[in-house]
């Protein structure tokens, strides 16, 4: 069965402290992306790639900083954690042509205190 | 930019039929979707529609397509409790980056 793992479903870090969120798909998909998931504002898009090396800002990277040096993980990094960054984060990732849509993991709930 | 939007909640008795509406804004959109997440868990593909389509059935899902209104809707035949979720629609955006962009979700609320 194709998977896309998150690293962790909860994490709890302090305000100030360097947060690696890790994604790795099995299914060889070019795309990756990373969302947040807030109540109320559904999902908004920080960060993809669509090939090793690359990324691309989606609508709210302010905060965060990615890392794709292997096909098939996407980090995620807070630079320096903040409360408004607690939230539900999730990765995916598609094939190109995405006819298919996305596959998501199952996400990381994380709360910044 | 383009958006997509949902209406936020949705309730139905059990043993009836859901409808689930969305709107969107991209003209250039080739593909559509809706997703599922249960509580606690990740999006998980229900059904996608191509964007030349006006319908699409699989088992107790119709998707329904007016492109000419940019209007989706996902109906759910004989919904049950386990259909309880929050269902997303989304558009794939026919611009360069090709991204999903997302709704802000439908809570759809089954009572017994």
């Known amino acids: 069965d194709v998977k896309v793992t998150q690293s962790s479903r909860y994490l709890v870090k302090r305000t100030g402290e360097k947060v690696f969120l890790e994604c790795v798909q099995d299914m060889d998909h070019e795309n990756m992306f990373w969302y947040r998931q807030d109540p109320g504002l559904g999902l908004r898009l920080i960060y993809f790639s669509y090939d090793v090396k690359m990324k691309e800002k989606g609508d709210i990277p302010e905060g965060y900083s990615v890392s794709r040096e292997k096909k098939e993980r996407f980090s995620l990094i807070l630079e320096s954690a903040s409360t408004n960054q607690t939230s539900m984060y999730l990765c995916a990732s598609s094939s190109i042509p995405q006819g298919k849509g996305y596959t998501f993991g199952s996400g990381t709930r994380l709360t910044v205190v | ?112």
């Open chain 2, 1 to 112: 930019g383009e958006d997509v939007e949902q209406s936020l909640f949705l309730s139905v008795r059990e043993g009836d039929s859901s409808v689930i509406n969305c709107t969107y804004t991209d003209s250039s959109s080739t593909y559509l979707y809706w997703y599922k997440q249960e509580p606690g868990a990740g999006l998980q593909l229900l059904t996608y529609i191509f964007s030349n389509m006006d319908m699409k059935q699989d088992q107790r899902l119709t998707v329904l397509l007016n492109k000419k209104d940019k209007h989706l809707s996902l109906r759910i035949a004989d919904t049950q409790t386990g259909d309880s979720a929050i269902y997303f629609c989304a558009d794939l955006y026919g611009g360069a980056t090709n991204k999903l962009i997302f709704g802000t979700g439908t809570l759809l609320a089954v009572q017994p």
